[in-house]
């Protein structure tokens, strides 16, 4: 950890020794960045090539993605924790699509029992929610009734065809095929009996069968993929979808030549494309490049799955809170003359996961209230492919290091940012429940200052995810130098961090013109993935009846 002992004495330059110190440990450069994404691009390759590897590039059988001129009405059921969510989604063909919802709850019980009194529960509850939407999904189509959901891949199927239903089931499963995929093992407080192993896709049919409903489970959907194919049908194609949030995860459109362990199975003859899902999260668990700090390694060791998920621990919204409390533990524990709040802690800062990366976020934006317009997440008017949270590229150059230790010297802060200081002084006091004796305005400022390096290297790494994949899929070249014909390079993005975040968006692009060139980073169309478990999954039933299932 960054010295804090009392070799370092007591005085203000010490002090300052061991802020600038923690800075120069979170610091990224260009050679650093790239050095990352160069081995995210060998972890793609291995991945690829063999099964049972961190970096997992799991196979979808999902061999295209929509355009947003299709139609039809299509089902999801999306099951993932306390709540399962079943959805209608009617494609209107314009980019548009309606949306109806509802949730129902999941109790111990059902978590915890008979894996068959689990799927019954799911059944019923589409046949609930069929029952409640019967004036626009029919729970029972008959032979004297058209088939209300038809759609260009529907069309020749007699009306008593069963609705397509997607199915996003956040557990860990082996996928085989589209609509296969073995349960390998439960989380999330889930333990279902006599589940584990067996075809989760199966099971759901098998409960629908039981109810006698005309519904066919025909997709198992990752929410990431949900996302990519949520952004591909409303913006008309997507080359990667990609969550950015409480965790963080990507899938691309690859060639299927390059999935090599798929061997000579009949999909790879078949050639063409299929969404891979990477699962980065998973990136470089043996820390070889990740720019790992004694900060991180307190997370890691202490977090429920040391030494796996490394990338995730680095970048995602889970993590980024407790990473920078134990930045500021530090400093309060700094010795002989703590640095930051007189010494004193309180029961928020002495709880693990006690800072929520919520703070952070409500820190940073007060920070820049009135200073930069903070935009959401993307920019889709072509005349604006270079403005980065309301900020030219040019612009950006001109802009402070905000993550620099030189801004936690209050006396040489101007007027206005002394009174954003005062709001984040107040911000500090009541979310860390300190006495505001203890936080002076200089601490408001190291507390601002360690938010901003947490999460800027979050989204410069974040940066190395996206260009790697446009590296791997042949739309850049790492250093730049190199750019496609298309106009256009739509990403798809969900997640907290990218949505809420201040400047998260902005990092990042950051970072992707540093690795791939102002050129290609340009052309990036970086856009909201509306309800990836949801819609997207409903949108992988529409492939999957496309591809035939």
């Not at 196979?59 to 947003?68: A, E, H, K, Q």
């Not at 799911?122 to 058209?146: M, R, Y």
């Amino acid at each position: 950890m960054a010295p804090t002992s009392a070799i370092y004495g007591s005085s203000p330059d010490a002090a300052r020794r061991v802020l600038d110190d923690i800075e120069d440990q979170f610091r990224l450069t260009k050679d650093d960045l790239i050095c990352i994404t160069t081995q995210f691009l060998k972890d793609f390759e291995v991945g690829l090539g063999e099964y049972n590897h961190p970096m997992a590039m799991i196979p979808t059988f999902v061999t295209g993605v929509p355009n947003g001129t299709e139609t039809g009405t299509f089902l999801a059921l999306d099951l993932g924790g306390t709540n399962l969510r079943v959805c209608e989604v009617e494609l209107l063909g314009n980019h548009q699509f309606e949306l109806r919802q509802k949730k129902y709850k999941v109790s111990e019980a059902l978590k915890t029992g008979e894996a068959t009194t689990l799927f019954d529960y799911l059944a019923d509850s589409v046949d609930a929610f069929l029952t409640e939407f019967s004036s626009v999904v029919p729970s029972s189509p008959t032979t004297d009734q058209a088939n209300p959901f038809a759609s260009p891949s529907l069309n020749d199927l007699p009306p008593e065809t069963a609705v397509p239903l997607g199915l996003t089931f956040s557990f860990p499963v082996e996928q085989t095929a589209l609509n296969r995929g073995k349960i390998l093992t439960w989380t999330k407080g889930f333990s279902a009996k006599n589940a584990i192993g067996n075809d989760v896709v199966q099971l759901l049919q098998d409960a629908f069968d039981r109810k006698h409903l005309h519904v066919r489970c025909v997709a198992l959907v990752n929410d990431t993929v949900g996302a990519l194919l949520s952004r591909a049908y409303t913006s008309g194609g997507c080359v990667l979808g990609s969550i950015f949030g409480t965790g963080t995860n990507g899938a691309f459109v690859e060639r299927v030549e390059n999935i090599k362990k798929l061997g000579d199975s009949p999909v790879r003859k078949q050639g063409g494309h299929m969404v891979v899902n990477t699962e980065w999260g998973a990136f470089n668990n043996t820390r070889t490049v990740l720019p790992t700090t004694p900060y991180d390694n307190k997370v890691d060791r202490e977090s429920i799955n040391p030494r796996l998920q490394a990338f995730e621990k680095f970048i995602s919204g889970m993590y980024l809170g407790e990473i920078t409390r134990n930045i500021l533990l530090s400093l309060v524990d700094a010795a002989p003359k703590p640095i930051l709040f007189n010494g004193r802690s309180s029961k928020p800062l002495n709880t693990h996961y006690g800072l929520d990366t919520a703070i952070m976020s409500e820190v940073e934006d007060a920070w820049e209230t009135g200073r930069v317009p903070v935009v959401p997440v993307t920019i889709d008017s072509s005349g604006e492919k270079s403005v980065l949270n309301g900020i030219s590229s040019a612009e950006k150059e001109k802009l402070p290091d905000w993550q620099s230790a030189h801004f936690t010297d209050v006396d040489a802060l101007s007027p206005d940012d002394t009174a954003r200081l005062e709001r984040i002084r107040g911000i500090v006091t009541q979310r860390l429940e300190l006495d505001p004796a203890d936080v002076s305005l200089r601490d408001a400022a190291i507390v601002r200052w360690a938010s901003s390096l947490v999460a800027n290297r979050a989204a410069r790494l974040s940066g190395c995810a996206v260009a790697a994949v446009l590296v791997q899929t042949e739309r850049a070249k790492l250093g730049g130098g190199f750019s496609t014909d298309e106009k256009r390079i739509s990403v798809g993005v969900d997640g907290s961090l990218i949505q809420h975040y201040p400047n998260f968006n902005a990092r990042l692009r950051d970072s992707l013109r540093e690795l791939v060139g102002s050129e290609v980073e340009a052309k990036v169309d970086i856009g909201l993935a509306k309800d990836g478990s949801g819609v997207g999954a409903a949108l992988c039933a529409l492939q999957a009846t496309k591809q035939g299932h």
